[in-house]
């Protein structure tokens, strides 16, 4: 699908849509949960949509309506199991324990760049551990059986493999603790895995700022959720707001535990010349960080695991910029964006089978016009991306490429 662009404001107020990071772990909670539970105002975006039908293929039995998940029975332990993970890497992350766990092996598939994303840390893991995984073209086979005790992973790859042990561990009949190798980047994120936890009766700690004691012997206690409101998807309706218009984003809770909520700091700092930015915390923040910091330029640290996400993010916003005039550097974990007003792109735009790269675009697009190719890419997260925009006064059109 192609999105074409004509210059274009957008002006007024819009609820946040849920969080896809909330979502998935409620979701995993509660199919793990002894009972049934609901769990309201979910968007069924690609990646939720993965998580569901994975959650499925293990056993639980769910139903959904417009806008919400029940639960009516737990995960059942099997011999074997297929899981397809589309292209959602939390989804892979996550369950690769809960299926050494629930299962004597498992096949995981994949599309897009999924199968190729590395999974060093599980990889370490299996050394450990008398575990076997196998990859394969676009699959992933996973065999042996997750024991309790120490597991030391390093904190600066990826937190949803800590938060896919996370849910595991509690499960088995021994207590186990999580020794993190600094440096710990999206501390976050695995304290949001920890709120659901504890909304599910189950108990994992912090005793200091590298180690997490998970006792063993738990169960999950079903409960109703809601799903907060997404501050990584607000911060691409926000930035509209950066392109001249005027977007309120409500529906946000300023006390989550998402790393996102710092949009609205990064935004401010983007207004100072030459800013210097670190998204060790905030990775999915940084393609529209990157595509609206070229009024006074910036620079961004901690720009790795960047590489690793749906598309090799860098490259791809430095290929795209380029097309607008833009100058970028990207070195040894840092990306500079160089200051200089964006023109109407040279030729179309490349979305990168990436939802986060589409719509940084998008935003772009909105002050110079243009066209992006493969636009289709922001149902991965937010399906509604393009009809919210619209009904925010942005005008585009979509169609389909010949």
């Excluded at 011999?79 to 299926?99: H, M, Q």
């Excluded at 059109?397 to 010949?402: D, N, P, S």
Aim: proline share 5%; hydrophobic share 35%.
């Amino acid at each position: 699908m192609t999105a074409e662009f004509t210059p274009s404001k957008a002006h007024g107020k819009v609820t946040a849509p849920p969080s896809k990071s909330d979502a998935h772990r409620e979701i995993i909670c509660a199919c793990l949960s002894e009972g049934s539970g609901r769990i309201k105002n979910v968007a069924f975006s690609e990646d939720i949509l993965a998580t569901l039908g994975c959650m499925e293929s293990l056993g639980a039995v769910i139903t959904r309506d417009e806008d919400s998940v029940t639960v009516l029975s737990p995960v059942k332990r099997q011999s074997r199991a297929e899981l397809d993970c589309r292209e959602s890497g939390s989804t892979l992350r996550f369950l690769i324990p809960l299926s050494l766990m629930l299962c004597g092996s498992c096949t995981f598939t994949g599309g897009g760049r999924l199968m190729s994303r590395p999974l060093p840390l599980y990889e370490n893991l299996s050394r450990e551990q008398i575990i076997t995984l196998t990859p394969g073209e676009n699959t992933l086979e996973a065999s042996g059986e997750l024991k309790p005790g120490i597991c030391r992973m390093p904190g600066d790859i990826s937190s949803q493999f800590i938060s896919g042990l996370l849910f595991a561990l509690p499960l088995l009949g021994a207590d186990s603790r999580i020794e993190i190798i600094p440096p710990f980047e999206s501390r976050p994120y695995i304290d949001m895995t920890l709120a659901s936890l504890a909304r599910h009766g189950v108990r994992a700690e912090f005793t200091d700022e590298y180690t997490i004691e998970i006792r063993g012997n738990q169960k999950y206690s079903p409960c109703d959720t809601v799903i907060e409101g997404d501050w990584s998807n607000a911060a691409f309706l926000s930035a509209f707001s950066l392109a001249g218009g005027d977007v309120e984003v409500t529906g946000l809770d300023e006390n989550s535990a998402q790393g996102d909520r710092v949009y609205k700091e990064i935004f401010e700092n983007l207004s100072r010349e030459r800013a210097v930015i670190d998204l060790r915390d905030c990775p999915d923040l940084g393609p529209v960080c990157m595509a609206m910091a070229f009024r006074h330029g910036a620079v961004f640290t901690g720009t790795g695991r960047l590489k690793l996400k749906e598309s090799d993010r860098c490259a791809a916003m430095a290929q795209e910029l380029g097309k607008f005039g833009i100058r970028t550097k990207d070195e040894g974990g840092t990306f500079e964006v160089f200051r200089g007003e964006p023109h109407v792109p040279d030729g179309i735009l490349c979305g990168h089978n990436d939802h986060r790269i589409v719509m940084a675009l998008s935003v772009l697009c909105s002050i110079t016009g243009g066209k992006i190719e493969g636009a289709q890419a922001v149902s991965k997260s937010l399906p509604g991306f393009f009809d919210i925009i619209k009904s925010l006064g942005i005008k585009v059109k979509l169609y389909e490429t010949a």
